[in-house]
C-alpha cells in the first residue's frame, strides 16, 4: 500500500507549532512508517503536491500570500487540519485587527525606525513582501476546516494523537488534550 | 425557621431548604452547573447564562444561581440542547473581546479558558469582533485589561456588597458596556478604592490582575474571597 502523504505550512506563526511538530521525538518514527511528509518548512518540495491526505496548517491567515497558500492546500488535500491557536483563533497576529493597516505598517516601518544620515529614508516595504490582508483571521474563516488543535503551541502528544487518528482513517476527538494558549 | 423541601436533581431526590436557589444544591451535592458570573458569597445576577437549566413543566430554560428551589421541583442540568447553548455562549464570550490566552497572565488558571476546554469548544464558529480597548494601569498594584473582561460583575459585587466601597460599576448599554471605576476615573485615581485587591482575586480572567507576572503567573484566590461571606454570617 502506498503511504499516506502529508503537507505542512506556516503562515502568520511564530513557528512555535512546527517545533513542537518536531519535538514528537521518536513518536515521527510510527508517523513516517505510515505517511511522507511531502511539503512544507521542513522539506525542499516548492509547490504544494496534489493528492495530499493531511494538510496541517500554522498560523493565522494575514496577507496575500497566506491566503493563496491555504486555498491551494485545502483543494489538493483531502483533510486539513488547523494547528495551533493563531490557525485555530487568530491569537497574536490578530491583535493588530483593531489597527488600520496602514497605520500599523506605518508605525512599525516609518516611526519606529531610526533615520541614519546617508541611508535611504526609512519606508513601508512592499518589493516581495506580500500585502497585508486588512485583518488577521483564523484559518477557518478563510477555508473549510476538518480538525482543530488549538494550544501556544499544541503539546507533542496532541499532534501526535491527531496525526496518529487521522492516518488511522478516525476523526480526532481531541477530549481532555483540549487546551488554548 | 427553616423550610425543608425536596427536588430532583437529574432524577436524584435531594433534601433542600427553602430559598435556596438551584445552583446552590446542585453544588452541595456535587451535581455540576457550570457558570461564570455566581461567585460563593455574592449575590446572584444571572448575568452569564451558562448555568441555564431545564426545570419540568417550564417551557423556557431558567438560570440555576438565581431560580429558588420548591417543593417538588425537578432539574435538569445537562441536555443536548442546554450542552449546545453553553457552548454557544462561551464562543460568543470568545467573540465579544480579545481573548489572547498566549499572552495573557491567567492563562492555565482561567475560568473562561477552562470551560471553553471543558465544554469541547475547539474552534469559534462566530466571526470574532476584534474591539480596540484600553488598558488601565494606573493603580500601583494592579491592572485592569478591558480585553479580558466577561462583564461578570464580580469585581462589582465584590467591592461593593464585601469591601463596601463600590469603586466598580458598569457603563454603557449592549456590546458598549464597559466596567468603570468611580464614573470612569482612571482606576489609579479612584479615591474610593482601598487597594484591597479582592476584586482582582474574584475575576474569573486575566482582566484583572497583579502588576509583575507574566504569562501564566497570576493565579487568583477565590475561595477567600467567598470565605469573609461566609465568616460574617456566622457572627
Known sequence: MDKAKIGTCWLDGCSGCHMSLLDLDEGIVAVLEKADIVFGPLVDAQEWPEGVDVAVIEGAVSSQDDLKLAKIARVRSKVVVALGDCAVTGNVPSMRNGIPTRKLLERVYVEGATERPGTERPGVPTDGVPALLKQAQPLHSAIKVDVHVPGCPPKPSAILFVLSELLEGREPDLGSKLRFG | ?235
Request: hydrophobic fraction near 35%; charge should be neutral; proline fraction near 4%.
Open chain 2, 1 to 235: 425557621m427553616t423550610d425543608k423541601v425536596k427536588v430532583r436533581i437529574d432524577g436524584e431526590v435531594i433534601a433542600a431548604t427553602a430559598g435556596q436557589t438551584i445552583l446552590e444544591v446542585a453544588r452541595a451535592h456535587d451535581k455540576y452547573i457550570p457558570a461564570l458570573c455566581y461567585m460563593e458569597g455574592l449575590s446572584a445576577v444571572g448575568a452569564c447564562r451558562l448555568c441555564m437549566v431545564e426545570v419540568s413543566g417550564v417551557a423556557r430554560l431558567l438560570p440555576a444561581c438565581t431560580t429558588p428551589v420548591q417543593e417538588g421541583l425537578a432539574v435538569a442540568t445537562t441536555s443536548p440542547q442546554i450542552q449546545s447553548y453553553r457552548k454557544m455562549v462561551i464562543e460568543l464570550l470568545l467573540v465579544e473581546r480579545n481573548h489572547v490566552c498566549a499572552v495573557c497572565v491567567s492563562s492555565g488558571h482561567c475560568e473562561l479558558q477552562t470551560l471553553a476546554q471543558d465544554h469541547g469548544v475547539t474552534h469559534v464558529r462566530y466571526p470574532y469582533n476584534y474591539p480596540r480597548l484600553s488598558v488601565d494601569t494606573t493603580h500601583p498594584r494592579y491592572v485592569l485589561d478591558h480585553n479580558r473582561c466577561v462583564l461578570c460583575s464580580r469585581c462589582v459585587r465584590t467591592c461593593a456588597e464585601i469591601e463596601g466601597a463600590h469603586v466598580w460599576d458598569i457603563a454603557g448599554r449592549g456590546i458598549h458596556s464597559r466596567l468603570v471605576s468611580e464614573l470612569q476615573r482612571p482606576w489609579g485615581e479612584a479615591t474610593s478604592c482601598t487597594s484591597c485587591g479582592k476584586c482582582v482575586q474574584a475575576c474569573p480572567t486575566g482582566a484583572m490582575a497583579e502588576k509583575g507576572w507574566g504569562v501564566e503567573e497570576m493565579t487568583k484566590q477565590r475561595a477567600g474571597v467567598s470565605r469573609l461571606t461566609s465568616m460574617r454570617e456566622g457572627q
